[in-house]
């Protein structure tokens, strides 16, 4: 079966860069939703799309943004990194109602 | 805002031993989850709990939820090397008239079984 895709899978970065992480839902999933896992930490609720709109916002910072496009895949923008924005990045797609389905994440290392 | 948590966060047992896993969380929610996950590898999915008094049952693993004591147990039975993992539970608060998620993780638990 189909599961949700991320590219990249790794992915480094310097300070004050612009990162971009895509996330391509299970074929008929209409939202989206986005959680950063810092290390040894629990994963955190940043934001989350459905059918092409923010549909719900987590902790997600100012420096950060999201979008789901007109195929449902996704993208998250992060601009000017820090180091604390080291993390792995999730992405879950689910249809509406039903248990979403992680993804594989992209881990960002931001040096 | 809705808490979630574990205990304990770090657990080492022997194999074939018994344990569980607690967690409790503050506000009144109708679904929780229970997901594993392996170093640096994704959240696969345990468990879905739906109403209270549901139990669920995988191999060796047994999940419970109480929400009028807003507390899910996950218990472990002759553990095996094979379980060693980070178990986390997680809360959904959000069920609006788009249908979609928002989970609050627990801690998590950090199991080493050691053979």
């Known amino acids: 079966a189909a599961g949700v895709i991320q590219s990249p899978r790794h992915l480094i970065k310097e300070k004050r860069e612009t990162a971009t992480l895509k996330c391509y839902p299970i074929p008929r999933h209409d939202t989206v939703y986005w959680y950063q896992q810092g290390p040894g930490q629990d994963p955190q609720f940043l934001i989350s799309f459905y059918e092409k709109m923010q549909s719900d916002k987590g902790s997600i910072p100012d420096r950060f943004s999201a979008q789901q496009f007109s195929d449902y895949h996704s993208e998250l923008n992060m601009s000017s990194l820090e180091l604390g924005d080291s993390a792995l990045y999730f992405c879950?797609?689910?249809?509406?109602?039903?248990?979403?389905?992680f993804g594989s994440g992209t881990r960002l290392t931001v040096v | 805002e809705l808490k979630v948590e574990q205990n304990p966060l770090f657990l080492s047992m022997q194999e074939g031993k018994n344990y569980t896993i607690y967690c409790n969380y503050s506000t009144t929610s109708d679904r929780l989850y229970w997901y594993r996950q392996d170093p640096g590898k994704s959240l696969e999915s345990l468990f879905v709990?739906?109403?209270?008094?549901a139990v669920k049952q995988e191999g060796r693993l047994m999940a419970s939820l109480d929400t009028k004591a807003r507390l899910s147990t996950l218990h472990i039975t002759a553990a095996v090397h094979d379980l060693s993992a980070t178990y986390f539970c997680?809360?959904?608060?959000?069920?609006?008239?788009?249908?979609?998620?928002?989970?609050?993780f627990g801690t998590g638990t950090r199991l080493t079984i050691i053979p």
């Open positions: 997680a809360v959904d608060m959000q069920r609006s008239n788009f249908g979609n998620e928002k989970l609050t």
């Open positions: 709990l739906l109403s209270n008094g």
């Open positions: 879950a797609s689910s249809p509406k109602f039903r248990q979403s389905a």
